[in-house]
């Protein structure tokens, strides 16, 4: 078999895979989800010997009756299932060294995962100088929103109709 400090790296593998996407994992158990993630991204799958059926027809032969995932021996167990399956020519344990070293010291890779950005559509979206119509007097020239007064029309009580040129002249026409 192989040395203790491969097994010390293929536990790690499987502790690392077995929290993947989980918060509440502890490490221990591996759900179906990701044990098909490990053969994946471990290349234990390679499409023509060993495929995804193949793994998750070997998971099911290895886990409980009624249980939903596997601990670290039912994990060592499917690896020498699938050991013979992806290594035709090597013998039995000669194979399962090899899926060993496939499996030991790796990692989930995170592929596809969405990047936040802060250029183009967020960028001109915020950007209160292009901003039109009613939203425009929100803003003050500097940029800073007015808060209430932005968003809330305020009443006149001044006396005057509203766009009236002279307003505030009656007074001082009054005087003379």
């Known amino acids: 078999m192989a040395g203790s400090t491969e097994m010390a790296s293929l ?7 077995a929290i993947y996407g989980d918060t509440k994992a502890t490490g221990q158990e591996m759900n ?4 098909a993630k490990l053969c994946k991204d471990c290349k234990v799958t390679d499409g023509k010997s060993v495929t995804s059926t193949d793994v998750d027809i070997v998971f099911s032969k ?3 009756k009624t249980a939903r ?6 994990f060592k167990r499917a690896l020498e299932e699938l050991a013979p399956k992806r290594f035709k020519d090597k013998s039995k344990e000669e194979a399962y060294e090899a899926i060993c070293e496939l499996v030991a010291g790796k990692e989930p890779i995170n592929v596809g995962v969405t990047k936040a950005k ?7 979206l915020t950007d209160t100088s292009k901003y ?6 929100r803003f003050d020239e500097s940029g ?5 007064s932005g968003r809330e029309n305020i009443v006149d009580t001044s006396g005057y109709v509203s766009a009236y ?8 026409k009054v005087k003379k």
């Open 144 to 148: 800073k929103g007015k808060g209430k």
């Open 32 to 35: 179906g989800k990701n044990w």
């Open 132 to 137: 039109t119509g009613s939203h425009k007097e």
């Open 118 to 124: 802060a250029v183009g559509a967020v960028e001109r």
């Open 62 to 64: 290895v886990k409980g």
């Open 69 to 74: 995932v596997i601990n670290y021996e039912e």
């Open 165 to 172: 040129k002279n307003a505030g002249t009656y007074d001082a």
């Open 11 to 17: 536990e790690e593998s499987f502790r690392k895979f």
